[in-house]
């Protein structure tokens, strides 16, 4: 098992399988028919869409066990450092079978913040147990986390347990990235003056798991530091609704130390959660959030591909804009003359 | 000017005036007009909407001036002391004329938290240069936010020039509020332990100014301690977009101590964001936001009145939950078949 570095030629071949056989190929585990089936549900073609969904529905008794886990962190913080140390040690010493996604609404490749870079996780990617899918290129953010979402169940249903979700630690996609995830990690670094420097607003508290990074010769001092700073921090903070209480450490990915810990704080939140209920109802909470989302989406979708609709909305903007509307009757008199 | 006492009364009387007559009275200044049109914003029959939107249209020109300021705080921190010390204030001493709206989307109105007890800000509601009025009891947050936001508008066509709007601190009406001020106040109150219990996460992020309130007497010690707390808290988060750097203060509302301080802080605030720009370019957001969530509440609303369209989409819903469709196949065979 490996990167898959032949997704244009699967692209190619995918019509020559029929979706049970896909799908008799992602429950036999094989690697292949896996990237095949995410490859579909990347298309924004209409067939590869209806074969996806057929193939999703087939696969969603055998998906839902794996432990989903965000993580997240600013360019420079050592994500794909951290994954790689943290994926081989789930591999090597915990025997799991272990994915990695990335939600990255960013069209601009060349920074390599988010799996661009494959080579970075060599010694991960080239692992028996490991499969690691670069972030689809295509379109907005929503698609992106739909065909992340989706992902995921083919990926469980393929044997994965561990499902690792990488994103950038500046935008919306943490909020798309929490609501896909049971367990969400924020990669740190100690830093002079402003500690939070880069991380968006909000990001902080969505943290099951705060993780400074880069621990390690001169900088294990100011990360412990930093370690006891964002403790106090996170204090003021009320109680999340799992009943866990947000945990904050240190570690170097780099020397692989503290990895261990992170792992033992996960089986704590798991065992946590799986007891008091939460896990359960997080996952339900998040289908039925991920329905309602896609519907409104769609629903809003079919209104603005009218052209006489989107036109129009354009020019209202404008008058509203300029104050020369209220947004209210603007609306009002949209939906009126509606098509 | 007095709180409004007969809204029943001008419920009744409200279809003997023209559009005409009503903007006439509004703009002359004539709170008795300003409470039939505001009547009028909060009533839900399809003839009542659409004179509500001729007047808040005309109204446009006439707004924009005032100073819009969210007031927030969980039960007992002493919202309605700390406007009614502020209001006077801000009417006695510099010359204003005080608008105080609330949204609470709390359907048991026994709670008194929100302008309920009107007796509570009797000083206040007497004093010419006021308008109090209550929240509108009826329908969803949406709803209301939509109420108070057109109210704002035909406030300040009235001659208001500072808006106070009053909400609870513990929920989703704070974002409703946050997107319709242009500086938000916290309030709070020292205590032992975890001093953020009751404020929901992400709250104090949007605060502009987080004031401690009841720093009186024996209080006045954990108060200032409480102060230096949230400092160092506030200090962690990055800059906000305006460019302000949110303060934390003191106060005693009951004994209108530091008030004059507050208002000195928004008046920074506001000489700031005038400035630099973000004031125009925050209202200007604020309008094209609102627009476009009116425009896809319509949308959804729209479907979802479609009797077909809500069993399916209740059907499907279940599916979901129980893992039996995934959220986007479910969607999609919604939308396929819509009516």
């Keep these: 098992m490996s990167i898959n570095k032949n997704i244009r030629q699967l692209t190619k071949v995918r019509k020559e399988y029929s979706t049970s056989e896909i799908l008799k190929g992602i429950l036999s585990r094989d690697i292949t028919f896996l990237s095949i089936a995410i490859t579909l549900v990347e298309s924004s073609r209409f067939d590869d869409k209806q074969k996806a969904h057929e193939i999703i529905d087939a696969c969603l008794p055998y998906s839902g066990k794996s432990k989903r886990i965000g993580i997240t962190g600013v360019p420079g913080v050592g994500k794909s450092t951290f994954i790689e140390s943290f994926g081989q040690y789930l591999i090597k010493e915990k025997n799991k079978k272990v994915a990695v996604l990335a939600v990255d609404p960013s069209s601009n490749r060349n920074k390599g913040s988010i799996l661009g870079d494959k080579t970075r996780m060599e010694t991960l990617s080239n692992l028996e147990g490991a499969f690691i899918r670069p972030s689809p290129s295509m379109g907005s953010l929503g698609g992106v986390s739909k065909a992340t979402r989706e992902t ?10 561990t ?38 607003r909000g990001i902080m508290e969505m943290a099951d798991l705060l993780v400074i990074n880069k621990a390690e010769g001169e900088n294990l ?20 609704t799992s009943g866990w209480i947000p945990k904050v450490e240190t570690c170097s990915a780099l020397e692989a130390s503290n990895i261990d810990l992170v792992y033992n704080i996960t089986l704590q939140y798991f065992n946590l959660i799986e007891k008091n209920g939460f896990f359960e ?7 039925l959030e991920w329905f309602r989302k896609a519907l409104e989406h769609e629903i809003i979708q079919q209104f603005m591909q009218n052209e006489s609709n989107k036109i129009r909305s354009k020019a209202l903007e404008k008058l509203v804009i300029e104050g020369k509307r209220s947004p209210f009757s603007a609306v009002d008199e949209l939906i009126k003359n509606a098509n």
């Excluded at 109802?281 to 289908?287: D, E, I, L, N, S």
């Design 221 to 240: 001092k100011p990360a412990r530091r930093a370690r006891t700073e964002y403790k106090n921090a996170l204090h003021l903070f009320p109680a999340t």
């Design 163 to 200: 499902i690792l979700i990488e994103t950038v630690g500046v935008g919306q996609s943490e909020v798309e990235v929490k609501s896909m995830v049971d367990f969400f990690l924020l990669l740190m670094l100690a830093g002079a003056g402003d500690e939070l420097q880069g991380i968006k």
């Design 152 to 161: 995921i169940i083919l990926c469980e249903a393929a044997g994965f347990d």
């Design 281 to 287: 109802k997080q996952r339900k909470g998040q289908a």
